[in-house]
């Protein structure tokens, strides 16, 4: 898990301050090692004409496998380059094969094979890799840059080009250090989001800030250097119909690739930790390393919010089991300004001031201090599982009706839901799809057009769509699960969160329910995911070979809680400070009568709208400028 930065200019050559500062920028990526590279390579152009391309590669090194010097970056054989963020979990049997073949390995982590199998198989090799990455690798002889993402985007990878520069970055902000240049945002992306209140990572290569773009998840992109043209292609099919409805019922097939993937995620030269929330994919993490015996090897840890039972739960399973568990108490009362700022700075876009984003960073902290770099997570259970009732259910619901499910549907009529949601969402199914997407649609414009300072015009809030792809109800049960795994879809924004909450801290994330080999599971149907009052219910069941434990059958859980309002309240003379200090906003938002109101009217810090204001106004102090 690391961080790289890649400048490419044609005859002229890279400013190595700014190269170097901007590197420096994310440092906390990759403490342990810093590492550059310059070259210059003269060239054929347009019509015979020589020019002369100048290369800047810089890598920041969080050492996890194969800690030595040989597996420093930029990793180089002869004239080619890599530069590589993340881990590829399963590279000792890609080893093999690479022997098997004739090659020399020699090292002992996961950056050469990855070297290797790209320079050998190309695109082909990424089918095999089983892990999580984004990386540049230059190809000398054939005078480009063959770039790529894992397949649900764990890792980023953005990129700048013009006319004459072309920079390749881990982070939105060391583009904007080395350019020199404020980032800024795409107007209606914001104007979108001000309405409806979510700002999920982009589905295609444009980002939400002008100018710069993404390999997207799932995707290849090779940069040609003669032509100074870039072109992207998917190498995973998020949504693959051959695959709906072929899943082999056998639970235990699950239970065994549940083993493999926690166990492959345990292969590190650094302690590793584990974050058990209490909820069904954490602690069946756990009771799978308990099964495995191998519990041991990973130090647990559970966050007390003082106002969830997901800490209460966590206990009783580490008990249950005898596993030591550390208790990290999160205080939302020292520094919190200042910790938000931080955020905002590490997030590099908007976000929902929830636990997830706002206390996670203080665990990973935490946990870093004690020296573990390395923490499992459930992250990815709810998305392939059926996590969401608010989400996945109704799309249940409705592909019961069309397929005459009445039996599936009696049975959750008559589940004992304390909550009420399954009824809920039953009775809407009944309503035309069109009907609820435009009463949906037109609560989120309603509310904008009360905002009192919001001067987005009439036409455009009336015309303006949520770009969240589930609100879209004509999808199929599998087809609505298949889309949040893909690009613009809600897993890429909790990726997007975690990926920066942990590395804020130089902590590596790894997500064993994110194991590619249990994608085919987000196609085994409604029937698995979701049966009584019961979501997720294959993973329940797993615990039934595994060790069962008391969250197995837990209804809800609840998420990390935070105290917004009192954060809200205890700071509001910074917080109007901010939005007076706000510049991007201004053509979209009349931000002296937002602080007038909320000034003289405190409760309105509480409101939605001021929020998103103020998460806005954090990312662009924090960026120096948006």
């Not at 920066?500 to 196609?523: C, I, K, Q, T």
């Not at 797993?542 to 700071?571: H, V």
Request: aromatic share 12%; proline share 4%; with cysteine.
């Amino acid at each position: 898990m690391c961080g790289f930065l890649q400048v490419i200019h044609r005859n002229k050559p890279v400013n190595r301050d700014r190269f170097r500062h901007a590197l420096a920028s994310m440092r906390h990526r990759g403490p342990d090692q810093s590492g550059e590279l310059f070259v210059e390579r003269e060239t054929c152009a347009h019509e015979g004409q020589k020019q002369t391309v100048y290369f800047a590669f810089g890598h920041q090194r969080l050492s996890i496998l194969d800690v030595s010097e040989k597996s420093r970056q930029p990793f180089v054989i002869g004239p080619d380059v890599l530069l590589f963020n993340g881990e590829i979990y399963n590279f000792k049997e890609l080893n093999e094969a690479l022997i098997a073949r004739g090659h020399v390995i020699e090292t002992h982590g996961d950056t050469e094979t990855l070297f290797k199998s790209v320079l050998a198989q190309e695109d082909q090799a990424l089918k095999h890799f089983n892990g999580m990455w984004a990386f540049s690798l230059y190809q000398a002889d054939r005078f480009r840059l063959f770039l790529s993402r894992d397949r649900y985007g764990k890792k980023p990878l953005f990129y700048y080009r013009d006319t004459d520069t072309f920079c390749v970055s881990s982070t939105l902000y060391a583009i904007q250090s080395y350019l020199h240049r404020p980032l800024v945002f795409n107007r209606d992306t914001v104007a979108r989001y001000l309405v409806h209140g979510t700002l999920y990572p982009s589905g295609c290569a444009e980002t939400h800030y002008q100018g710069i773009s993404q390999i997207l998840p799932g995707h290849w992109g090779v940069f040609d250097l003669n032509s100074w043209t870039i072109r992207q292609e998917r190498y995973f099919n998020f949504y693959d119909s051959e695959l709906a409805g072929q899943i082999n019922d056998d639970p235990e097939q699950l239970v065994e690739d549940l083993k493999d993937s926690v166990r492959k995620r345990l292969i590190s030269d650094r302690p590793v930790g584990l974050l058990l929330s209490g909820g069904i994919d954490s602690t069946l993490i756990l009771s799978t390393l308990y099964t495995l015996g191998l519990h041991e090897h990973c130090r647990v840890y559970m966050g007390d919010t003082g106002k969830s039972e997901d800490y209460a739960y966590a206990k009783r399973c580490a008990d249950q089991l005898g596993v030591r568990a550390e208790t990290v108490l999160l205080d939302y009362d020292s520094n919190t300004f200042d910790r938000f700022l931080t955020i905002c700075r590490h997030q590099e876009k908007p976000f929902s001031m929830n636990g997830s984003t706002m206390a996670m960073p203080q665990m990973y902290e935490v946990i870093a201090a004690q020296g573990v770099p390395v923490v499992l997570d459930g992250t990815g259970g709810d998305e392939l599982f059926g996590g969401y009732w608010q989400r996945q259910f109704p799309f249940a619901v409705r592909e019961a009706v069309r397929q005459g499910d009445w039996t599936w549907i009696w049975n959750q009529l008559l589940c004992k839901d304390d909550e009420h949601i399954v009824r809920t969402h039953l009775l809407r199914s009944f309503l035309p799809a069109a009907w609820l997407e435009a009463t949906q649609s037109a609560g989120n414009k309603l509310k904008a057009l009360a905002y009192p300072c919001l001067k987005v015009e009439l036409r455009q809030i009336l015309g303006s769509s949520t770009a969240d792809p589930l609100d879209n109800l004509s999808f199929s049960f599998t087809e609505a699960m298949c889309a949040d795994l893909a690009p613009g879809g809600r897993l890429g924004e909790w990726l997007w969160h975690n990926d920066r909450n942990s590395m804020m801290s130089s902590v590596e994330g790894r997500s064993p329910l994110l194991d590619y080999r249990l994608n085919r599971y987000a196609y085994s149907g409604y029937r698995r995911k979701f049966r009584s009052a019961w979501n997720k219910y294959e993973l329940r069941q797993a615990f039934d070979s595994l060790a069962p434990l008391p969250s197995q059958w837990r209804q809800q859980k609840q998420g990390f809680r935070w105290d917004g309002k009192r954060f809200l309240y205890n700071n509001q003379s910074r917080i109007l400070e901010l939005l007076r200090a706000n510049t991007c906003l201004t053509d979209l938002v009349d931000m002296p009568k937002l602080v007038s109101y909320a000034h003289r009217y405190p409760k309105l810090l509480r409101s939605s709208f001021l929020k998103k204001a103020l998460v806005i106004s954090g990312v662009e102090a924090a960026l120096g400028g948006v």
